[in-house]
């Protein structure tokens, strides 16, 4: 892989669980992974859409981008989970991780059913984007 390609990994979370989503990513997340991941430091930025998505289904879009990483298996959160918290601790907080998102079926159908009540009509599925702003995280203050 080339070292400019970017990994983009989308996360539809629960907009009433943002903000706890958010504390995850700085309070568990990261000094997991600053702690035994430390070359990910810099490389894994988080994203979020400055607005949830459509319709009543009340989605926040935020995504990883990493930049000079060269596998998906760089980015696998189970062996720095493991390390800093025990397996037990390591399988319940990835529990609790998986818990913050909407699973992508309902993600699609709540927004093609918006954009077609707004009048979006056959275009429903041919391009798809977000407004999107950059958040700081602990691993930008620990690298």
Request: aromatic share 12%; no cysteine; hydrophobic share 45%.
């Amino acid at each position: 892989m080339a070292s400019n390609d970017v990994f983009l990994i989308l996360n539809p979370v629960r907009t009433e669980l943002a903000d706890q989503f958010e504390a995850f990513v700085n309070d568990i997340l990261g000094p997991a992974v600053a702690a035994h991941q430390p070359e990910l430091s810099g490389k894994v930025r988080l994203w979020r859409a400055t607005e949830p998505e459509p319709g009543a289904q009340a989605i926040s879009i935020y995504a990883f981008v990493a930049q000079g990483v060269s596998s998906w298996e760089d980015l696998d959160l189970l062996p720095a989970f493991t390390e800093h918290f025990g397996a037990d601790g390591a399988q319940r907080h990835l529990t609790d991780f998986n818990d913050f998102f909407v699973d992508h079926q309902t993600w699609m159908t709540a927004w093609t059913r918006a954009w077609t009540e707004e009048g979006g009509g056959d275009d429903v599925a041919r391009q798809y984007g977000w407004q999107m702003q950059e958040l700081p995280t602990y691993l930008d203050a620990h690298p």
